[in-house]
C-alpha cells in the first residue's frame, strides 16, 4: 500500500501525464487551463511553450550562468534555446510527452520530478523555475529548499511569478475545456512581493527583479 506522501506524488505525477496535457503537447495548442476546485480557471499557454524561446525568455537565457536546470521543462523551448547558446543544460519533466518532445528540439531531458534524485545536485549553476513553476507540488518554500540543494554554493535561481501580488495555494486539475481532465494535485501561485518575503524569510537575497511582455520574473541567490 501506498504512503500518504507516495499517494500525493503519485497524484501530482499522474496528472501531467493525463490525456489532456499529452494531447495539448502533441498539437501544440491549447484551450488547457488548470482548474481548481471551486471551478475557477487558469489559462495555460500551450502555444506559447511549444514554440522558439521568445523575447521575455531571452531575458531570462541571459541571466543564467554555469550549466542550467530546467525544472518543469514542459515541451523544452529553455533548454533548446540554451544549447544552441553553447550552454550546458538539463530539462527535468514528468511528463515523458514533455520529455520527448524537449529531446526532439534538441535539448536533453529526463522524466523526472525535481524531488528524486538528479545528476549534478550541488553543483548547477543555474536553476530555472519558469512558466509558473514555482507552484510545483503547491509548497514555493519546499521548492525553494531543494532548489539550493541541486545549485552550487554561488548559484542562483531564476523565478517566473505570477504578475499580480498573491500568494495562494489550491488543489487544481488540468483541464481542455472540453470535459477531459486529471487528477486533483496541489499547485501554488506566487507574486513577486511574496516570493520576496518568503524566500527572504528563508535564507534567500533577491537580488534582481524585472518584467517582459507582461512577465515578471526574480532572481534569488542564497543569502
Not at 493525463?18 to 489559462?43: E, K, M, Q, V
Not at 530546467?70 to 523551448?77: A, E, F, M, S
Not at 520530478?113 to 550541488?122: A, C, I, K, M, Q
Not at 512558466?131 to 523565478?159: F, H, T
Request: proline share 5%; hydrophobic share 40%.
Amino acid at each position: 500500500m501506498l504512503s500518504v506522501e507516495e499517494s500525493v506524488q503519485r497524484g501530482r505525477t499522474d496528472s501531467w501525464r493525463a490525456d489532456p496535457y499529452t494531447d495539448a503537447l502533441r498539437t501544440g495548442r491549447g484551450p488547457l487551463f488548470l482548474r481548481r476546485t471551486d471551478g475557477w480557471l487558469l489559462p495555460l499557454d500551450v502555444e506559447r511553450w511549444c514554440a522558439r524561446a521568445d523575447r521575455s525568455d531571452l531575458t531570462v537565457l541571459r541571466r543564467c550562468d554555469g550549466s542550467v536546470l530546467d525544472i518543469g521543462c514542459g515541451p523544452g523551448r529553455l533548454v533548446a534555446a540554451l544549447v544552441a547558446r553553447g550552454r550546458p543544460s538539463l530539462g527535468i519533466d514528468v511528463s515523458p510527452a514533455a520529455v520527448a518532445r524537449t529531446v526532439r528540439a534538441g535539448g536533453t531531458a529526463l522524466c523526472r520530478s525535481v524531488f528524486d534524485r538528479l545528476p549534478g545536485e550541488g553543483r548547477w549553476g543555474t536553476v530555472l523555475l519558469i512558466d509558473g513553476n514555482i507552484g510545483i507540488g503547491g509548497d514555493p518554500a519546499a521548492l525553494l529548499e531543494r532548489s539550493g540543494e541541486l545549485m552550487a554554493a554561488q548559484g542562483k535561481v531564476l523565478v517566473e511569478t505570477a504578475p499580480l501580488d498573491v500568494d495562494e495555494r489550491h488543489l487544481v486539475r488540468i483541464d481542455d475545456g472540453r470535459g477531459g481532465c486529471g487528477t486533483d494535485f496541489p499547485w501554488a501561485r506566487i507574486g513577486a512581493p511574496a516570493l520576496v518575503r518568503r524566500a527572504g524569510a528563508a535564507g534567500w537575497t533577491a537580488v534582481e527583479q524585472w518584467s517582459a511582455s507582461g512577465r515578471s520574473f526574480v532572481s534569488l541567490r542564497r543569502a
